[in-house]
């Protein structure tokens, strides 16, 4: 699909890369946050993307009634172009996919793709439990660790499992 790489700086904010343009994110409340105005720039391909953003804001404003994806936006401090920290639009993973869904453009179709057969494979995960075994383990393996450690990662969530299930000892 894309590439997508951390470049390594502050362990606090890094640069994500998709299709060759960076995405400024920070670690806020104990999860990334990204900058919507490059991704909004990066999907909608316009010149200006803030104005961009702008317009989508309210236009999900008037689609959503009470409760409004931007509602769930923070400005948060990210260093901007001209190496000053600015207050920027972000939003986390969940709503920044909602944002996403809601980009007409072309390159929003692999996005919203990808959502889908997320979406879609866990709910079979749901319906059938190994099938998250089998991932986890496919993931794991993709990441280069060593099979006697997955093996004994797998066991280890399987047994915590268990004991939540049957409760404290």
């Not at 960076?22 to 104990?30: D, F, G, L, Q």
């Not at 172009?81 to 920044?96: F, H, M, S, V």
């Amino acid at each position: 699909m894309s590439k997508k790489t951390a470049i390594p700086g502050k362990p606090e904010n890094h640069l994500v890369v998709f299709q060759e343009k960076a995405i400024r994110r920070t670690w806020h409340n104990e999860e990334w946050w990204f900058s919507i105005i490059d991704v909004v720039g990066i999907l909608s391909e316009t010149a200006i993307p803030k104005r961009y953003w702008s317009d989508l804001k309210r236009k999900l404003a008037q689609e959503a009634g009470s409760e409004q994806p931007y509602e769930k936006i923070v400005r948060l401090k990210l260093t901007a172009p001209d190496g000053k920290q600015r207050d920027t639009d972000c939003a986390n993973t969940e709503t920044l996919f909602r944002v996403i869904q809601s980009i007409p453009s072309p390159k929003a179709e692999p996005f919203k793709r990808w959502l889908g057969q997320v979406g879609y494979e866990r709910v079979k995960e749901i319906e059938n439990p190994e099938l998250a075994g089998a991932r986890a383990r496919v993931l794991y393996q993709a990441k280069g660790y060593p099979q006697a450690w997955i093996e004994k990662r797998l066991r280890s969530i399987s047994i915590r499992g268990e004991r939540m299930e049957n409760g404290p000892l």
